[in-house]
């Protein structure tokens, strides 16, 4: 009896066992049947969803490249520096704002279904629960594959990227333009002409040899460069200031007395200086009057007086022939110049084949003045620049005319009386271009 019981026991357990494992693996089969499906459609959602989140990526990556380009633009605005051509700040805001509007809005990422998992327990109330929020969500899956939005276009901002960039360029180019002309040190404005191509010596002045004795005074200049051109003859101008084998030119290679008409040339070089000063120091009221003078008839001697000469002295120095002029200027003998009468230009000696003058620290080009080429004075600002010019043109057309001036920022460009009018403006244009040159 006891033995039947224990198999009817053992029997039960078995069925029990059975009917356990069976239920178990029936919700595991159908969990998992349930999860497959919805996670192959999961997988079909994401994957039509990958170009349009694609898109978004892009859209968002070109916004920020663009807005990037639109910060450093602004940035460079709100400093508010001024430009030379004012137009190109002008442009350079009109194409930030253009740019600005046509960024695009980022649309928002659709987020993907995440896959899922059968439990793996052998709690049939977990498989049914997992089967359950498969089925479900899978429903969604199918809803939501229908409401997917169109692949948005992906903005191409190159043309705004670049009419900013080219703005700011053009725009920052201006404001050093500016800086460049803006009380700029006589450093700057020496290397500057150094470069013209006909300009063979450039020199600032110092406290000791400024010849208007403006430097640093209240509405003189901070600055003056004078400069030599190539296209002057020489014989023009003071000879003491162009230097033989580092010595001035000896007097044995002086020519007799020159003629009435040299020496009113050489009187209206003495007087040049002095006509372009502001209000006149002692020498340059005296160069003034000696430059009357010479129309009695004594230019030669008063001019001489004018620049610390003795009458002998300047009549000899403007009575030399052209040849020996040539010889002294350049360092050579008359015979090796090989230049005709006249022709006492840089480019001529050039061609006789002499050395390039360049940079020859024998010639005192300050004491030459404006008359061997021209002259930039450096002011603190433009209205002390127009008062310079505006007394230095009370001379035109006199004795005293001291050539050409030009306005460009802070700094009046001053040139030659002995150029023509289409001379001095190549020149002035020369002056104004090297001036104004931006170094990339």
Same mark, same amino acid.
């Given at each position: 009896?006891?033995?039947?019981?224990?198999?009817?026991?053992?029997?039960?357990?078995?069925?029990?066992?059975?009917?356990?494992?069976?239920? &178990?693996?029936?919700?595991?089969?159908?969990?998992?049947?349930?999860?497959?499906?919805?996670?192959?459609?999961?997988?079909?959602?994401?994957?039509?969803?990958?170009?349009?989140?694609?898109?978004?990526? !892009?859209?968002?990556?070109?916004?920020?490249?663009?807005?990037?380009?639109?910060?450093?633009?602004?940035?460079?605005?709100?400093?508010?520096?001024?430009?030379?051509?004012?137009?190109?700040?002008?442009?350079?805001?009109?194409?930030?704002?253009?740019?600005?509007?046509?960024?695009?809005?980022?649309?928002?990422?659709?987020?993907?279904?995440?896959?899922?998992?059968?439990?793996?327990?052998?709690?049939?109330?977990?498989?049914?629960?997992?089967?359950?929020?498969?089925?479900?969500?899978?429903?969604? &899956?199918?809803?939501?594959?229908?409401?997917?939005?169109?692949?948005?276009?992906?903005?191409?901002?190159?043309?705004?990227?670049?009419?900013?960039?080219?703005?700011?360029?053009?725009? !920052?180019?201006?404001?050093?333009?500016?800086?460049?002309?803006?009380?700029?040190?006589?450093?700057?404005?020496?290397?500057?002409?150094?470069?013209?191509?006909?300009?063979?010596?450039?020199?600032?002045?110092?406290?000791?040899?400024?010849?208007?004795?403006?430097?640093?005074?209240?509405?003189?200049?901070?600055? $003056?460069?004078?400069?030599?051109?190539?296209?002057?003859?020489?014989?023009?101008?003071?000879?003491?200031?162009?230097?033989?084998?580092?010595?001035?030119?000896?007097?044995?290679?002086?020519?007799?007395?020159?003629?009435?008409?040299?020496?009113?040339?050489?009187?209206?070089?003495?007087?040049?200086?002095?006509?372009?000063?502001?209000?006149?120091?002692?020498?340059?009221?005296?160069?003034?009057?000696?430059?009357?003078?010479?129309?009695?008839?004594?230019?030669?001697?008063?001019?001489?007086?004018?620049?610390?000469?003795?009458?002998?002295?300047?009549?000899?120095?403007?009575?030399?022939?052209?040849?020996?002029?040539?010889?002294?200027?350049?360092?050579?003998?008359?015979?090796?110049?090989? &230049?005709?009468?006249?022709?006492?230009?840089?480019?001529?000696?050039?061609?006789?084949?002499?050395?390039?003058?360049?940079?020859?620290?024998?010639?005192?080009?300050?004491?030459?003045?404006?008359?061997?080429?021209?002259?930039?004075?450096?002011?603190?600002?433009?209205?002390?620049?127009?008062?310079?010019?505006?007394?230095?043109?009370?001379?035109?057309?006199?004795?005293?005319?001291?050539?050409?001036?030009?306005? !460009?920022?802070? $700094?009046?460009?001053?040139?030659?009386?002995?150029?023509?009018?289409?001379?001095?403006?190549?020149?002035?244009?020369?002056?104004?271009?090297?001036?104004?040159?931006?170094?990339?």
């Amino acid at each position: 009896m006891k033995k039947k019981a224990i198999g009817i026991a053992a029997a039960v357990l078995a069925l029990a066992a059975g009917f356990f494992i069976y239920t &178990v693996w029936s919700a595991r089969a159908e969990a998992s049947a349930a999860v497959e499906a919805y996670n192959s459609a999961a997988q079909d959602y994401n994957d039509a969803i990958a170009p349009y989140n694609q898109a978004a990526s !892009e859209i968002a990556e070109a916004n920020r490249e663009l807005q990037a380009v639109l910060d450093s633009a602004q940035a460079v605005l709100d400093k508010g520096e001024e430009a030379y051509e004012p137009d190109t700040q002008d442009l350079l805001e009109s194409a930030v704002q253009k740019a600005e509007k046509v960024l695009a809005e980022v649309p928002v990422r659709i987020d993907p279904f995440e896959m899922r998992n059968v439990p793996a327990g052998f709690s049939t109330d977990q498989l049914e629960l997992a089967q359950h929020e498969a089925e479900t969500a899978q429903k969604a &899956v199918g809803e939501s594959l229908e409401k997917i939005p169109e692949v948005p276009e992906v903005p191409d901002y190159t043309q705004e990227i670049e009419a900013v960039r080219s703005a700011q360029k053009n725009y !920052e180019k201006s404001v050093r333009k500016l800086a460049n002309i803006t009380s700029p040190p006589d450093s700057f404005v020496k290397e500057r002409l150094e470069r013209i191509d006909t300009v063979v010596q450039a020199e600032a002045v110092s406290a000791g040899n400024d010849p208007n004795g403006l430097l640093g005074t209240k509405g003189g200049y901070l600055g $003056c460069v004078y400069f030599l051109d190539e296209r002057i003859d020489r014989s023009l101008l003071p000879q003491e200031a162009f230097e033989k084998d580092g010595k001035k030119a000896s007097e044995d290679e002086k020519a007799p007395e020159s003629s009435s008409e040299e020496e009113a040339s050489a009187a209206d070089s003495a007087t040049e200086e002095a006509a372009a000063s502001e209000g006149g120091t002692a020498a340059e009221a005296a160069e003034a009057g000696n430059a009357a003078a010479s129309e009695g008839g004594i230019a030669a001697e008063t001019a001489a007086a004018a620049e610390g000469r003795t009458a002998e002295t300047a009549a000899a120095a403007e009575g030399e022939t052209a040849a020996k002029t040539a010889a002294a200027v350049e360092g050579a003998t008359a015979a090796e110049a090989g &230049v005709s009468a006249g022709s006492g230009t840089a480019a001529e000696a050039a061609a006789a084949g002499e050395d390039s003058p360049k940079k020859n620290p024998s010639i005192d080009v300050v004491m030459i003045g404006t008359a061997g080429g021209g002259a930039v004075e450096i002011y603190s600002s433009r209205e002390e620049a127009e008062k310079r010019a505006e007394y230095i043109s009370f001379f035109d057309g006199s004795v005293m005319d001291a050539g050409s001036c030009a306005i !460009e920022g802070t $700094c009046l460009i001053r040139t030659s009386k002995y150029l023509d009018e289409e001379g001095q403006e190549k020149l002035t244009r020369a002056v104004r271009e090297a001036l104004l040159t931006v170094d990339e």
